[in-house]
């Protein structure tokens, strides 16, 4: 009982945020899209998977982590040359779901501004799009984002951080999981060869199952369009 409870409510709270078109973890069923986002970084795995992407003539969308950014803007300024799709991951990557200090509202707001400043300031782009850490998207984030005319986007199916997942295992899941709307996560700040074994494989497969890549942004957009 407490289950079903528990599903009804957040399907409550899924229909409003959508209706509310803030919130967002897939793009519109109505389209044959995918869109492959990538956070932390930029980080380690960021030049492979540039490449790969380059190759693919595929454009992603990296939720940049502020710490990540002091750390490479270099690379930033690449990922945007090459036309991917940049967007905001807050700077310090705190767990919101567990901060605890009064300050709450004005951390979240300054997390996101900071990253913000620094995409800025690096690329002149103006992202308007955040995934807050682990996810985070309580009332208190979703009335920043408003305020600040973001989207909080989370993501439909990601599992690239389970270490005990085989190559084979992980691209079948992913596989799985490729439906109109679907948005992927993955990770790029630490080495992680899976994902570059797994990724020209994975974009393989979306393309010859009739599928066009997007970044999230362009999937988000046509969603909010047609409402
Ligand atoms: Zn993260």
Partial sequence: MKKIIYILFLLILTSYLYADKIFFTRGSADFNEIALSF?????????ELLKILDKKNVKATFFLLGTSIVKRPKLVKEIYNKGHELANHTYNHINFYKYKEEDKEEKIKEELLQCQDLIKSITGYRTKLVRFPYGYFKDDAIDIAKDSNYKIVNWTFGIDWEKEVS??????????????GTIFLMHDLHKNPVIIKILPLLIDKIKEKKYNIVTVGEMINKRVKEK
């Fill in 167 to 180: 190559y084979e295992d992980m691209l079948n899941l992913y596989l799985e999981n490729v439906k109109p």
């Fill in 39 to 47: 956070d932390d970084g930029p980080g380690l795995n960021t030049k």
